[in-house]
């Protein structure tokens, strides 16, 4: 195949204006190809993994990857991608340094020589990559990075070439990639928890059913907690719901961040959690609760003048217990041991711990 987007002259010879259509052509169809390969996709990291494979293999390129800005309305999509492993194909650029390398273009910019261009390129390839094209990215009118195609070969990219196909491939990739994270952002809505981000209830019954019927096949234990926090009302009462959101939050984030990639954590609702652990029996989920109190209850959410401390009881079932073999055996136990636990807690004599940490009112 002859050298994709080069440049040709004002005049040529009847067989070389054919050969020109003909090239023209097949960077038309392949172009065609790629365009429907990329919107039957469904998510955000595919899109751009099979993305970048294609125009890499189709045009014969060295390297191809995406350069994202770091405005905050692309952090919803950054965590898209980085849930589903494509980051290792984005740069994430400071937005000043992108729009002063492209004056901001929703053209195609075209660079013979990349090295001033290098903060746009990824660090192993910065001694490689001699020339590049900038395909912006536009997503609902705005600017949010570009798709770029480097070369070791100096010069193969020249500011007057003739940038036609770069720019359909461009308005293509820009269209898909709106399209996918759209979709992706219904589908988020539909599983989310608006306040807290982690998945909701919905999402957590449809993970525990495949979560169990994982166990059966491969006999392995499954285990789950269920969490709920101390004095919560006081919290909503004292400070407010606005501290109650922020307090919900502190939790949400201590869970995900102690846990395993493999475990699950689910609001499920109000003040209440539940955290799905694979592969786990119901004493290792014990363990895993008492830890988890360990290193989250010495923490506070400080608000205002107050510090307030995070407190909650939770309880465990794991599904080698006998008759804990479903979703709503598993949760009715863990519910069942939480209460007991609160009650214990309550019991101990314990100082009203938010209270305590209300600032005073003389």
């Not at 194909?89 to 002063?100: A, F, K, M, N």
């Not at 020589?113 to 990824?122: E, F, H, S, V």
């Not at 709106?178 to 219904?186: G, P």
Request: hydrophobic share 40%; proline share 4%.
């Amino acid at each position: 195949m002859p050298e994709a987007f080069q440049q040709y002259p004002d005049h040529i010879s009847l067989d070389a204006l054919l050969e020109h259509a003909r090239h023209n052509e097949r960077i038309a169809r392949t172009l065609f190809e790629i365009e429907t390969e990329i919107m039957r996709l469904r998510d955000c990291a595919t899109f751009v993994d099979c993305l970048v494979d294609r125009v890499r293999e189709r045009f014969h390129l060295e390297e191809v990857w995406l350069v994202l800005t770091d405005i905050e309305a692309n952090d919803n999509l950054l965590e898209l991608l980085s849930e589903n492993g494509a980051l290792s194909l984005i740069l994430r650029g400071e937005t000043r340094d992108y729009l002063h390398l492209t004056q901001g273009s929703h053209k195609p910019v075209l660079v013979k020589d990349a090295q001033p261009y290098r903060r746009l390129i990824p660090s192993a390839w910065r001694e490689t990559i001699k020339s590049m094209a900038i395909l912006p990215l536009v997503m609902d009118d705005r600017l949010v990075g570009g798709l770029i195609l480097g070369t070791s070969k100096a010069g193969r990219y020249q500011p007057d070439m003739d940038a036609f196909f770069l720019e359909q491939l461009a308005v293509k990739a820009s269209i898909g990639l709106d399209s996918v994270h759209a979709r992706e952002q219904l589908k988020r809505l539909a599983t989310r928890d608006a306040l807290t981000g982690l998945r909701n209830r919905r999402e957590m019954e449809t993970v525990l059913r495949k979560e169990l019927s994982r166990s059966r096949r491969y006999h392995m234990p499954l285990s789950l907690l269920f969490i709920d926090c101390d004095g919560f009302k006081q919290v909503n009462d004292h400070y407010g719901h606005e501290c109650g959101d922020a307090y919900l939050c502190l939790l949400a984030d201590s869970l995900q961040h102690l846990l395993r990639a493999d475990d699950s954590v689910f609001r499920f609702a109000g003040d209440e959690f539940v955290v799905v652990l694979p592969n786990q029996t119901v004493a290792d989920a014990t363990y895993i609760g008492e830890r988890l109190q360990e290193h989250i209850e010495v923490q506070h959410l400080e608000w205002g003048n107050a510090s307030i401390p995070v407190a909650f009881s939770l309880g465990a079932a794991g599904n080698e217990q006998p008759g804990m073999n479903d979703s709503r055996s598993l949760l009715r136990h863990a519910e069942q041991n939480l209460y007991e636990q609160k009650r214990r807690r309550a019991n101990a004599d314990l100082p009203d711990r938010h209270q305590a940490s209300a600032p005073s009112t003389s």
